[in-house]
């Protein structure tokens, strides 16, 4: 049942992404990492397994960014599709068997691609938009430089959950106090 009530959570978090793509977009990977406050606020039984019913549920939001994404034209749709189909080839093999250090060799870049693109509208005109107004499709040289950025980014990412497991022994009370003792820590 537990498994249920979150899964309901993830998927309802993740529809906002189809009206709004960055903000949408933000919220379904918040709501993802709140995993770690909701199993410990809902005792329902817990979730065997969590590792694989995660990265099940993932395939909703990761889809509906797909589905947004194929919207978009040019660079921008070719790249995501791209990292969709690489970071599907790992969730394969992840659930071949592989184990979740794999995932480093398969990181989620889609996701911060996704973002990026779909934050360009927000950013000021001067970065992305033509005189007239119109945003600028992306060039190559500032896709690749973004990408890598991404990459390095996802890739320590995807290093501290699954090859580190930094956090599988971190509670929602263990990140309160650490946020709490960053913010109001000496300066």
């Known amino acids: 049942m537990e498994a249920l009530v979150i899964a309901l959570i993830r998927v309802a978090g993740s529809l906002p992404v189809l009206r709004w793509a960055f903000l ?8 993802d990492l709140s995993d770690l406050f909701w199993r410990q606020l809902i005792d329902l039984g817990g979730i065997p397994n969590y590792q694989e019913w995660d990265k099940w549920v993932d395939q ?6 797909l589905f ?12 995501a599709v791209a ?12 659930l071949a068997g ?14 911060f691609w996704f973002l ?3 934050s ?3 950013w000021p005109k001067r970065f992305v938009r033509n005189p007239d107004g119109e945003l600028k499709p992306l060039d190559r040289p500032t896709a690749i430089r973004w990408l890598i950025i991404l990459a390095v980014l996802k890739i320590f990412h995807e290093y501290v959950l699954h090859t ?4 599988d022994d971190f509670t929602a009370l263990d990140a309160l106090d650490a946020i709490w003792n960053f913010i109001s820590g000496p300066f």
């Open 98 to 111: 592989a184990g979740r250090e794999i995932l480093i060799f398969f990181p989620n870049v889609f996701e």
């Open 68 to 79: 947004v994404a194929l919207r978009w034209s040019g660079l921008e749709r070719r790249i």
């Open 60 to 65: 909703v939001y990761i889809l509906l960014f």
């Open 24 to 31: 949408g977009g933000l919220l379904a990977v918040f709501i």
């Open 164 to 167: 580190g497991k930094w956090l």
């Open 83 to 94: 990292l969709f189909a690489y970071r599907l080839v790992g969730f394969i093999a992840f």
């Open 116 to 118: 990026y693109v779909a």
């Open 120 to 122: 360009r509208p927000h």
